[in-house]
Structure formats: C-alpha cells, structure tokens
C-alpha cells in the first residue's frame, strides 16, 4: 500500500474514532467501536425520508448513504394491533466511494409524559437511546450510486435481541439508525431518522385508561389552493396562470387526495368533521369544466378532472358542514392596513355567495377563519361590525359573529373552551385551534418535509401525519378530560392520501374506544360561551408574516383607479352590461393578489398583482383615441381639431379629452364627452393657433375623476394661418405704424415751414435737385 493511502487512512480513522462520541447499545451485535457521525436524526415532521445535517456551522458532513422509509406499520397502537413494528424502505448510497457492512436497528426513547416534553419532540427530534437493540443485516455494501431494499421486524415488547421493550402505553420516541463502513473509514452512523410512535395500548399487554370525559374532536378539513384564475370568460375563453391545477385535481393529485380522504371519512365522522372551501378555487374549477387556456395561450389539459372533481364535490357536501374561507383565502389583515374595506366585504360576504352558488350548500354563517388563526385589534373591530351595500344587497355584510383562533391570539381564556371577546356593542365568539396538533401536520418551516428530502415551496412540501397522530392521541388518552380539540391542517394541506387517511383513522379508533367524541363546528360556534373577559392579542412575530406593504400599496392604487373608472360608466339599457359586471371581476383579481398564500412568497405576489394590473389596463385600453390615417390640415387660427374617440365596452363611458402642452397651439375648454355603448364619436376640440406651422399634439383619454383610459395618440397638426391672436396683434402693429409714420412726416413738414421764417415755399420757386448719379 502507497504512504499516501496509508496516511490518508490514518486520517480519516482518526477523524471517524476521535471526533465524534460513540454510540453506546443497550444490546450490541457491533464492538466497542461504533461511532456516529456529526449527524442529527431527520425530524419526525418529514415522511422518512433523510437528509445532510450540518455538523458546525457553514459545514456539511460527508453524506455516504441515503434511507427512504416508505412504511410503518403500525402507525398507531392499540391492544388489538400486530405486535411487530414493521418498517420497508431502501438504502441508497450516495456517495462517493464503496460502503460496507450495512446495517440498521430501531432505538427508542422513554415515554414522553408531558405536553411540554411532547412540544419539545415536536420541534427537535427527541432522545432516542434508552432501548438500543443488536443491528440486522441490510446489505453486504454498496457501491457508489446502488441501493438495496429491506424490510425489518421488531417485537414491540419481550426481551427479543431487537425489542424495542415497550411494556406500558406511551408516546415514544423511535430512531431508525444505519450503520456501515465507508472506504478510508471505520463503522459509523450513516444516517437516522426520527419518529414519535403512539401507543395507547399493548398488544397481549395493557391498555391505557380513558382519563375523564373524552375529548370533544371537531376537525376543519381545508380544500384551498393558491390563486391561479387570470380571466373569466365565456365558454373556453377563461385563463389560467398555469396548468398545475389540472394534476392536483386529478388522480394522485394534492385535491384530488385531500376530497377522496374526506369522502372516505365523512361517514363514521359525519359530525366532527367540516369542510374549509376557498371560493376562488370553486370558481377556477367551475371555469375549466368549460375550457380554458394557460396563460400564454396553451389550451388547458384539465377539463374533464375539474368536471369529474366538482361533481364529486358537490356530492360529498350535500347536507354537510361547509365553512366559507375568505375569497381567494385574502388576507384579512392586509386588506384592513391597506384601507380596503369594501374588498373585505367582498372576500367575506361574496365568497360565500360564490359556495351557496356553486355547491348549492349553506356555509355557517358569519364565521370567519383567518390566516394563522390571528387577527390584529383593527381588523377584528371593522370585521364585527355590519356594513351595507346600497348597490347590492346581496353584498351586505352581517358582522363577525365568532372566529376561530390560535390560543396565541386570545390571552386571559383559560382552558379549551369557547371564549367570549368584545367589540363595542358587538360579542364574537372565539373557538380556539389546537395549536399542538394542527401544527404537528404542517412541520417546521426550518426543516424539510419531503419525500425526497429536497426543500421546495411550501404549499408543495408533502408532509408526514405521524407526529400529529401522536398528538392526537396523547390529547385524547393523556389529557382527555372534556377538552375541546379543534383540529386545522394547514391551509394548503399537501400530505400523501395514505397520510391523510392514516391520520382520519387514527381519529375514528379514539372515538371508537372512547377516547374522544365528536363536536361539531356548528355547535362551537353557536353556543353562547360561559368564558367572558377574554381579549385579543396579535403576537409581534404574526405582523412580520403579513403581506408586504408594496403589494398593499399597489393593490390600493390599484383600486382607487378601479373605483374612478366605474364611477365613469353608466348602463345603456337592460340588454347592456352593468358596470359591476365589468368591475367585480377585477376586484377578485385584486383580492388574489391579496392572498394569504404570498405570504413568504414575495415573487408570487408581484406576480399577481402585475396580472391584476395588467387586466385593469385591459379593461381602461377599451376606451381610447382613434389615430387618424394622416396629419390634420386646419384652415383658419380657431379650427377645431377632430378627434375620434371609441368605446368596446357594453356600458356608457363618459371621458374627457385632454391636450397636452404644445407650443404654438392653446387648448379651449371642452366638456366631458359621453360615449355610448361601442360606439364611436368624432369630437371637434376647439384649440387656438398661436402661429402658423406644424405641431405634434399628445391627445389622451381620462374619465372626469383623473383616472387615465387607453394610450395617449400623437395627431400631426399643420397650420398655414393665423390665430385671432395673432390677426389682432398684427393690425394694431399695422395701424401703430401708420399713425408713427404719419407723425413723422407732420414733424418734419412743420420743421421745414420754420426755417423759412413760416412761409411755406412756392413750388414754382423749388429747383429740382440734380441726381449725384
């Protein structure tokens, strides 16, 4: 062997031995010299797959194997569950070099016995050492880019080599641990991955004790997606940002997932469980089951799923609770900082017109479930208060009657039970989320939640149940006790349909046993809460999630234009649109780019509120100043200069011609002109030319208010006469000159008389003077 093999050997053994603390086993089929890596257990919030951890700072540790779990069973255990844990996946090398001896074995921890301690294993995987068994055999070794799979069993309880020990109900820790030899170095953990395993019963063993009243369960099932309508449109005229809705909704696609677990549930949870329907999403469905493009042009692909998925929606809520998420899931918050009343009238009161129309159900009224479970003490004053619509009833707001809130959002409210907060005159009930648990669903934003273990955006993150069903269950069988657990995946829930159903039937066995029962919605929100002197409390941290105050501020601009433009327009007739039915869907697509689902994703926003824009523009560009074919010949200094003005629009436009600054040329006052229904108006603007020549002029549009329509025209104008001013200017000049003139030659002639003592000569006595020439 060459010295620098030797050495670099050496080194690495060092490095390996020395470094880094050894594991130590309860029972070891290794020897003594086993040591880890810099390396932390993968979070339990992930669905089993691995990823490299930084052992300092700025550092990455070499990464030689991979472990994708694809299964565990059981997930949940009760008395009548297998009493083997079983978990299949593969071992990838990833590396660069040869790995041997390949190895893994399940550890466990002690039983987690309190919610501070299960907050804690939440958050960072927990010890996991307590129970150590001898290792199986996964592979002889693999070389670079090879895997191999496995399945391994281990007696949950007895005192088998590989037990895991587990002889009473508890909350444990498990730790899935490879071991093997990378060439250059010695046997090392390679890779772990980190679980909670709820256990409310032992198989052949005992069985937890049901802790007082069981828990009340009530469950918001949210079916959202983040905004991707551009335009409603007739049949196949609809857009669409993108084409990603088209796989959601079909099969083994995020919505499809999150309806065909509800529909599977629905039954045995009939009362717990609600539906959180976004109704943007119900109307960009109901307008791809008509055709539509992607923006771009591309003809949609999806349809005939949008169709398939609607009808089975609709099936699914026929005599169900529905809540109404605000339109487009807009952010309450940002709407009220931005001084967006109506719009939030609009979110609230429309979106849930929009559920009545579409799913021909009725959604609890007057409950609103903002982003976060959060609302700020403005916002939550303008929400409770009732607001009409002099132009459309159907648009009248009734007030905020109860809200569902996170337990940061309300101080002073012991307990789980409803709450009462006051506004002024108006009482609002305040059901709180169980914030244990529904966070457990979405993971922590630091730590990867994918199946790959690559980081993506958020709402594409597929996330594991398995600390959640352990929440769930240590709630109904540890704390139990009557108390209410509300619980709220994430808005945008993007879990695999066996991680959802998993945790539904993990749900339906603590009612089964006894540990739970169902509470609906309906009856939290309704019953008049016996906790008073709550209040409202907006946590520092909420307010640096919110909406970016230049998206704010463009959408506000946004609507100030909006709202001058309608005010413009009036209704030709009963056959023609109304404005609102032009305006209302550009102020969806101004709450779309207010949406609860940019937060964090300051790209997204833009994106959207430039779409926003964009159609504004689209709309105020159907009103504009004709270009004439060639330059405007005027034949006097006070001829008008014809401008063509049209209108596409089906409604009446009144605008105003306005001409820019242009030497030579006066504009004269003009008023407002009213242009039918598309129609078309040739308009003579009476102007004053100051001098002759020719003149480029900039003619735009605006409606009275200031708000600009279409692109401003520049018309040539050419002019060979002169303008009254300049006629007047120029017979004064004249008539001063005679009268100058004439003085001048009376001066002199009265000079002359003088010198020859006043007579004036005989012309008889005057000899010519003779030419020099």
């Not at 005192?159 to 587990?166: C, E, F, G, H």
């Not at 940002?334 to 109506?342: E, R, Y």
């Not at 929100?525 to 919110?546: C, I, M, S, W």
């Not at 008023?671 to 129609?679: C, E, I």
Request: charged share 20%.
């Amino acid at each position: 062997m060459s010295l620098r093999k030797l050495f670099c050997t050496a080194v690495a053994g060092a490095f390996l031995l020395v470094a880094v603390p050894p594991v130590h086993a309860v029972e070891r089929q290794e020897p003594d010299q086993v040591d880890a890596l810099p390396f932390v257990p993968a979070p339990a919030t992930q669905v089993w797959a691995t990823r490299p951890l930084s052992a300092q700072p700025g550092q990455q540790p070499p990464q030689f194997v991979r472990m994708d779990i694809a299964r565990l069973t059981p997930r949940f255990v009760t008395g009548d569950s297998p009493d083997r844990v079983t978990i299949s996946g593969k071992i990838v090398n990833v590396g660069d070099r040869k790995v041997s001896d390949i190895k893994l074995r399940l550890e466990r921890g002690e039983s987690l016995d309190t919610e501070d301690d299960l907050r804690t294993a939440l958050r960072e995987p927990a010890a996991a050492e307590f129970v150590q068994p001898e290792f199986t055999e996964i592979a002889k070794e693999l070389q670079p880019g090879q895997q191999q799979d496995f399945t391994l069993e281990v007696p949950l309880r007895g005192s088998a080599p590989t037990s895991l020990r587990i002889d009473e109900p508890g909350i444990y820790p498990v730790l899935a641990n490879i071991n093997g030899k990378p060439d250059y170095g010695g046997i090392a953990r390679l890779a772990a991955l980190s679980t909670l395993l709820p256990v409310l019963g032992v198989p052949g063993g005992g069985t937890k004790a049901k802790t007082g009243a069981p828990a009340k369960l009530t469950m918001l099932w949210p079916i959202a997606d983040k905004p991707r309508l551009v335009r409603l449109g007739a049949e196949g005229s609809s857009e669409l940002a993108d084409d990603e809705l088209s796989l959601s909704l079909s099969v083994n696609g995020r919505l499809y997932g999150l309806l065909q677990a509800y529909e599977e549930a629905v039954s045995s949870l009939s009362t717990s469980l609600c539906l959180a329907i976004d109704p943007d999403l119900l109307r960009t469905v109901e307008a791809m089951t008509t055709g539509y493009r992607v923006r771009g042009g591309v003809e949609g692909k999806g349809r005939a799923e949008a169709q398939l998925w609607l009808d089975r929606l609709k099936r699914a809520v026929a005599g169900r609770c529905v809540v109404a998420m605000p339109d487009a899931d807009a952010d309450l918050v940002a709407l009220s900082k931005a001084k967006l009343g109506d719009m939030r009238t609009l979110a609230l009161t429309g979106g849930a017109n929009e559920v009545r129309r579409i799913l021909q159900v009725q959604p609890l009224p007057d409950l609103v479930w903002p982003e976060g479970g959060l609302l700020d003490q403005t916002t939550f004053d303008e929400l409770v208060n009732p607001q009409d619509n002099p132009a459309d009833d159907k648009l009248d707001y009734n007030g905020m009657k109860a809200v569902l809130l996170a337990p940061s959002g309300v101080t002073d409210a012991p307990g789980t039970d409803p709450a009462q907060l006051v506004s002024g005159d108006h009482q609002v009930t305040a059901v709180r989320i169980d914030s244990m648990v529904s966070d457990a669903l979405e993971g922590g934003e630091s730590r990867p939640r994918t199946l790959s273990g690559v980081t993506t955006a958020v709402e594409s993150q597929p996330v594991s149940v398995q600390n959640a069903l352990a929440a769930l269950a240590f709630r109904a069988g540890w704390q139990g006790d009557g108390r209410h657990v509300l619980v709220t995946p994430p808005r945008r829930w993007n879990a695999p349909l066996s991680e959802m159903t998993e945790f539904l039937s993990a749900a339906q066995r603590l009612v089964t046993g006894g540990y739970a029962a169902q509470t609906g919605l309906e009856e939290l929100v309704r019953t008049k809460p016996a906790l008073t002197g709550a209040k409202l409390t907006y946590p520092a941290e909420a307010g640096a999630r919110e909406l970016s105050p230049t998206i704010a501020g463009s959408v506000a601009s946004q609507s100030a234009a909006l709202a001058g433009l309608v005010k413009a327009m009036q209704q030709e007739d009963r056959e023609h649109a109304a404005p609102a039915d032009l305006a209302d869907p550009l102020r969806l697509g101004q709450l779309r780019a207010m949406s609860s689902a940019w937060r964090g994703n300051e790209d997204g926003a833009r994106t959207a509120a430039y779409i926003s824009e964009s159609e504004i523009s689209s709309l105020s560009g159907m009103v504009s100043v004709t270009p004439p074919n060639s330059p405007i010949l005027l034949g006097s200094g006070d001829s008008p200069i014809p401008v063509t003005i049209t209108n596409k629009l089906d409604v009446r436009v009144t605008v105003r011609i306005v001409l820019a600054d242009t030497p030579g040329i006066r504009a004269r006052e003009l008023a407002d002109q009213v242009l039918p229904a598309r129609g078309e108006r040739v308009v003579r603007v009476p102007v004053e030319v100051l001098r002759s020549g020719r003149f480029p002029v900039n003619v735009r549009l605006t409606t009275p208010d200031g708000v600009a329509l279409g692109d401003t025209v520049k018309l040539e104008v050419s002019s060979s006469a002169y303008g009254t001013t300049t006629v007047i200017v120029t017979v004064v000049a004249a008539i001063a000159l005679v009268l100058l003139s004439g003085r001048r030659i009376i001066r002199r002639v009265r000079a002359r008389n003088g010198e020859n003592g006043g007579d004036a000569p005989s012309i008889e006595n005057v000899t010519p003077e003779k030419s020099s020439a």
